[in-house]
């Protein structure tokens, strides 16, 4: 399929710039205008829609890295730079007419802080256009703190967040809600949390589209720091790392574990779990090795074994591997790593981001 696409792409510009060419030649003046200065009208898309229909033909004022362009206008010909931004794309020779060039705005052409100018210099100067550039669909990474609520401020982490959009993600039975965006960067935005915003994803949109958030407002079992009595006591011999390389948050657990060696936390209760289908935990480990996830006092019983790399991994655990699901009682780890001759061996664990997982609607 995907060769069957780049070939369609191919004959649906190949088409289009035979249609300029077809009137370009039939122009009486064009000889003229070549040699003019040279002045830009309109940029129309080219190609096709992620659906596998062609895109409307019609003037835009906005463009999309690695997509394909038309820039309409006279005195074009003699064209030897393009720019976006101020961000040069490459376009063929063949490409262009008096009227008209067939161009790939390049992948790398800036979005933030720029000129929104598309520029068009030729061999008898130079014609701008007032032009925008798109930035990708923002990503999400992480939010924190995750249990937040009405009043206090989230900080969200990730990418391309361009004057972004943040509200409480639309459910079936639930409009989006808009959130307040306190400050912004293109890799973080704090927001400001509204009323009945508990087990609501955040969205975050952007001129190009919209992501949501892997996690729920309120689903956290430990973040930064441990809900519902669910604590890991001193006793384990842990330690809390702030050195910003958690996997949510600001800060994760870590732990080196002998053979067989585990982490524990207190006996508590907690049985709100109508709006749950499982857990989630993030792991990694200093070499690649097993733990074993013990729920609820459950360290003989088929417990789930987790194979862990040296890189964070997000673990979802429904209710259906797990025992006693009517509460959660205690959250246990245990170092289950092996070597070849299957004896247990020392390893360190990072654990971080553990808690619920909503039910899908």
């Not at 409307?56 to 730079?81: A, C, D, Q, R």
């Not at 100018?117 to 990474?141: H, M, Q, R, W, Y």
């Not at 982490?157 to 809600?177: E, H, I, R």
């Not at 790392?241 to 600001?250: D, I």
Request: glycine residues 6%; negative net charge.
């Amino acid at each position: 399929m995907k060769k069957i696409r780049i070939v369609s792409l191919a004959v649906c510009i190949m088409w289009v710039l035979s249609l300029i060419l077809i009137s370009s030649c039939s122009s009486d003046d064009s000889t003229s205008s070549s040699s003019g200065a040279p002045a830009i009208e309109s940029v129309k898309p080219s190609g096709y829609e992620t659906d596998g229909s062609l895109k409307p033909f019609e003037p835009v004022t906005i463009g999309y890295p690695k997509n394909y362009y038309i820039i309409h206008g006279k005195g074009l010909l003699t064209t030897t730079k393009v720019y976006f931004n101020d961000y040069e794309s490459y376009f063929q020779p063949s490409f262009v007419t008096d009227t008209d060039i067939v161009i790939l705005i390049d992948e790398n052409t800036p979005y933030a802080n720029a000129s929104n100018k598309l520029k068009v210099v030729t061999e008898n100067g130079t014609a701008e256009f007032d032009f925008v550039i798109a930035p990708p669909v923002p990503t999400v990474s992480q939010f924190y703190p995750v249990n937040a609520t009405a009043g206090q401020e989230i900080t969200i982490t990730g990418k391309y967040f361009l004057n972004p959009v943040v509200t409480l993600a639309k459910t079936k039975t639930l409009p989006a809600v808009p959130v307040t965006v306190v400050s912004s960067t293109l890799e973080k935005i704090v927001i400001k949390v509204p009323e009945n915003a508990d087990l609501r994803y955040l969205s975050v949109a952007n001129l190009s589209g919209e992501t949501n958030s892997g996690y729920a407002i309120g689903t956290a079992i430990f973040d930064d720091v441990s809900y519902y009595g669910l604590t890991f006591p001193s006793w384990n011999n842990f330690n809390f790392v702030t050195n910003g390389t958690a996997e949510q948050g600001l800060t994760h657990i870590e732990k080196k574990m002998d053979a067989w060696g585990n982490l524990q936390s207190d006996w508590s209760w907690y049985d709100q779990l109508t709006p749950f289908s499982g857990l989630r935990l993030a792991i990694k480990a200093k070499v690649p090795g097993k733990i074993g996830f013990i729920f609820n006092g459950n360290w003989e019983n088929n417990p789930p074994i987790l194979d862990v790399t040296t890189e964070w991994k997000v673990f979802y655990l429904p209710w259906s591997v797990l025992t006693n699901t009517d509460r959660v009682q205690n959250i246990s780890f245990q170092n289950r790593t092996t070597n070849d001759k299957g004896d247990g061996v020392e390893n360190t664990f990072s654990i971080d981001n553990i808690g619920f997982v909503l039910k899908a609607e």
